[in-house]
């Protein structure tokens, strides 16, 4: 092992003052001084002021946490939304089209048609028929995907409620999704 050249002895103790944040220059302060120095109110004495710092900050780390949901990272989503797994349910949900993303509209215009009593049963069996039609597109959905998820994540760690976090996410308009979709329709994840 190679020895270090011999330094000046004034350097070196340059080098240290310039780390340390130069030379002192003063005594060491005592720590009842140092006390004195760190005693802050605990109640500030503007209460009003202290209230409405209070309040930006909260609704600054709110909208960041709003904004950082809706973008679909990670360390701000939902327990439930949180994982590769349900990044990959709600790509492949968000990729495809979904007869419940048009539920509630078709859903509200039978409500305004059965009001007319001509049209009223007519109105009552067609929203009978689109509620079997979501169940039925949800459960194919449902099987794709759990299909899908075993041959990407294997057979036995496939999480518990995939597919009914597929078929709720599938029956919202797709507008009002959260997190908001992250790939276009047809884009399908590998």
Known sequence: MAKSPIEN????????????????????????????????????????????????????ARDRARIGM???????????????????????VDARFSVGEVFVPALLVFVLTSTVPSVAIYATVAMYAFILAVVIDSLIMGRLLKGKLGAKFGEDSVQRGATWYAAMRGAQLRLMRLPKPQVKRKNYPN
């Open 9 to 60: 002895p004034d350097s070196a103790l340059d080098r240290e003052s310039e780390l340390f944040g130069g030379s002192k220059g003063r005594a060491t302060p005592t720590r009842r001084e140092r006390e004195a120095a760190n005693i802050r109110p605990l109640v500030s004495s503007d209460r009003k002021a202290a209230n409405r710092e209070s309040r930006a900050k909260t609704a600054q």
């Open 70 to 92: 809706a973008a679909g990272e990670e360390k701000y989503l939902l327990l439930k939304d949180r994982g590769p797994q349900r990044r990959y349910v709600r790509d492949y």
